[in-house]
T-cell receptor, first 115, second 117 residues
Framework: GAGVSQTPSNKVTEKGKYVELRCDPI?????LYWYRQSLGQGPEFLIY????????DSGLPNDRFFAVRPEGSVSTLKIQRTERGDSAVYLC?????????????FGPGTRLTVL | AQSVAQPEDQVNVAEGNPLTVKCTYS??????LFWYVQYPNRGLQFLLK??????LVKGSYGFEAEFNKSQTSFHLKKPSALVSDSALYFC???????????????FGTGTQLKVEL
């Protein structure tokens, strides 16, 4: 079956601009996660959705970052007033129920470059 | 707070030889441990996980991992390495979120495996 998909695969923007990154999870997965991976580092947790609600947003670095999942499937990560330090690969993952034993399946990521 | 350490930035091994990629963890409560592999310009692919039961876990592509509670380790192993195994490997631990549940993963910094002919 289809895996997690993310669009765009690459996004180049200028400092101060607004960007949206999209994630389409595996069909039937109720849990969705966003992570950020900086160069040479492991992924770092940003936010977790269970259904339509953000159950844990403790990883969002500041209020420029926001994410939605209005219908409990596709999610959009939104970054306002982008800064050069936001440059990273943004990874989305989904799992069946969000249990701590569930396997998370990752998408290919969106590489964001802020000039 | 939970944490994962991968002490080796890079591991080099000859094709056909056994390989080990090391991982140690720190977590309160039951540890749920995962290994993922990342090929260039691609997302993370799940290899295997330890939840409970047998300390030796078998996963995809001939990989296995040994859970050792007393040493708080979860080393990834393969009896005979292939050149195609060359990639970046991440160990991760799952922790039940402090707010609202959900298993956010905490990752190590990754180990680059290079298998040479």
């Amino acid at each position: 079956g289809a895996g997690v998909s993310q669009t765009p695969s690459n996004k180049v923007t200028e400092k101060g601009k607004y960007v949206e990154l999209r994630c389409d999870p595996i069909s039937g997965h109720t849990a969705l996660y966003w992570y950020r991976q900086s160069l040479g580092q492991g992924p770092e947790f940003l936010i977790y959705f269970q259904g339509t609600g953000a159950a844990d947003d403790s990883g969002l670095p500041n209020d420029r970052f926001f994410a939605v999942r209005p219908e409990g499937s596709v999610s959009t990560l939104k970054i306002q007033r982008t800064e050069r330090g936001d440059s990273a690969v943004y990874l989305c993952a989904s799992s069946f129920e969000g249990l701590d034993t569930d396997t998370q399946y990752f998408g290919p990521g969106t590489r964001l470059t802020v000039l | 707070a939970q944490s994962v350490a991968q002490p080796e930035d890079q591991v080099n091994v000859a094709e056909g030889n056994p390989l080990t990629v090391k991982c140690t963890y720190s977590v309160s409560g039951n540890p749920y441990l995962f290994w993922y592999v990342q090929y260039p310009n691609r997302g993370l692919q799940f290899l295997l996980k330890y939840i409970t039961g047998d300390n030796l876990v078998k996963g995809s592509y001939g990989f296995e991992a040994e859970f050792n509670k007393s040493q708080t380790s979860f080393h990834l192993k393969k009896p005979s390495a292939l050149v195609s195994d060359s990639a970046l490997y991440f160990c991760a631990v799952s922790a039940w979120g402090l707010t609202g549940g959900g298993n956010k993963l905490t990752f190590g910094t990754g180990t680059q495996l290079k298998v040479e002919l």
